[in-house]
């Protein structure tokens, strides 16, 4: 099957810096991969590339196409990005915000079809965040806010979903509704990648990519032992990974 992503001495430079460092990968698409590593490893810088937000050197090929040959209204339309600490219209109704996410699929100017409505209706209630579809973004708490955030990145119906620290801000019975959430988009067929710094979160991918100081160290199954050596080694080895209860998870090792 085309990979999702293709990339090959891929790097980036922010500020006069170089954040990666000549990253090669393949992503197959119908995976949910967990990107982790430390503070500072490069994480966001990745992702943000793969989504062509940030400009960078090396080659990209994104379902088969290269990442130059796609329209900026095609590449909305075929990912989705949901970002870390993203501001939201204070004033604006939870349910306007979501729509946003439908604006890939609209013509100039146009009206939101029926189709919208109910591609916006359907996100929010995955994310249960419908009930307050008409309060503005400004009176809802964090958590609240990021579930409707999360229904606008979903709202778009995008075959690639990537997501940056999609957990801030939700408690745990949230971050387990969430955790339901990709495991279904990823059954309906869509690739969906992660960054977390909840490491046992990330275990239950079905990959991870293991990045350090700008650099991809490993790229393996959650249940590969040298996935679970390379999450030892980036972080000093001070989390240790073991079976509990039939999972995965990453305990503090000190």
């Given at each position: 099957?085309?990979?999702?992503?293709?990339?090959?001495?891929?790097?980036?430079?922010?500020?006069?810096?170089?954040?990666?460092?000549?990253?090669?990968?393949?992503?197959?698409?119908?995976?949910?991969?967990?990107?982790?590593?430390?503070?500072?490893?490069?994480?966001?810088?990745?992702?943000?590339?793969?989504?062509?937000?940030?400009?960078?050197?090396?080659?990209?090929?994104?379902?088969?196409?290269?990442?130059?040959?796609?329209?900026?209204?095609?590449?909305?339309?075929?990912?989705?990005?949901?970002?870390?600490?993203?501001?939201?219209?204070?004033?604006?109704?939870?349910?306007?915000?979501?729509?946003?996410?439908?604006?890939?699929?609209?013509?100039?100017?146009?009206?939101?079809?029926?189709?919208?409505?109910?591609?916006?209706?359907r996100a929010m209630?995955?994310?249960?965040?419908?009930?307050?579809?008409?309060?503005?973004?400004?009176?809802?708490?964090?958590?609240?806010?990021?579930?409707?955030?999360?229904?606008?990145?979903?709202?778009?119906?995008?075959?690639?979903?990537?997501?940056?620290?999609?957990?801030?801000?939700?408690?745990?019975?949230?971050?387990?509704?969430?955790?339901?959430?990709?495991?279904?988009?990823?059954?309906?067929?869509?690739t969906v990648l992660?960054?977390?710094?909840?490491?046992?979160?990330?275990?239950?991918?079905?990959?991870?990519?293991?990045?350090?100081?700008?650099?991809?160290?490993?790229?393996?199954?959650?249940?590969?032992?040298?996935?679970?050596?390379?999450?030892?080694?980036?972080?000093?080895?001070?989390?240790?990974?073991?079976?509990?209860?039939?999972?995965?998870?990453?305990?503090?090792?000190?």
């Amino acid at each position: 099957m085309t990979p999702a992503f293709e990339a090959r001495g891929l790097q980036v430079a922010l500020g006069g810096r170089e954040v990666l460092h000549g990253i090669d990968l393949v992503l197959p698409v119908g995976r949910w991969t967990a990107l982790v590593g430390p503070n500072g490893a490069g994480k966001t810088t990745l992702l943000k590339t793969l989504a062509q937000l940030l400009p960078f050197r090396g080659e990209l090929v994104v379902l088969g196409k290269p990442s130059g040959a796609w329209s900026a209204r095609e590449r909305a339309r075929a990912i989705s990005w949901l970002g870390q600490g993203e501001p939201g219209a204070e004033d604006l109704r939870a349910a306007d915000v979501v729509m946003l996410g439908r604006l890939p699929h609209q013509a100039w100017l146009s009206t939101p079809s029926a189709a919208d409505s109910i591609a916006v209706e359907r996100a929010m209630r995955q994310t249960q965040c419908w009930d307050w579809r008409t309060r503005p973004v400004g009176q809802l708490s964090g958590g609240e806010r990021q579930r409707v955030l999360l229904a606008r990145a979903l709202a778009v119906e995008a075959p690639l979903l990537l997501m940056d620290e999609p957990l801030a801000n939700l408690d745990p019975p949230h971050q387990a509704d969430w955790l339901a959430l990709v495991r279904a988009q990823v059954a309906q067929g869509r690739t969906v990648l992660s960054v977390l710094h909840e490491l046992t979160m990330a275990l239950h991918a079905d990959d991870l990519l293991v990045l350090q100081a700008g650099r991809l160290v490993h790229h393996g199954r959650c249940d590969d032992p040298a996935t679970h050596q390379a999450l030892r080694h980036v972080f000093d080895h001070r989390v240790r990974v073991q079976a509990l209860d039939g999972q995965w998870v990453a305990l503090p090792h000190v």
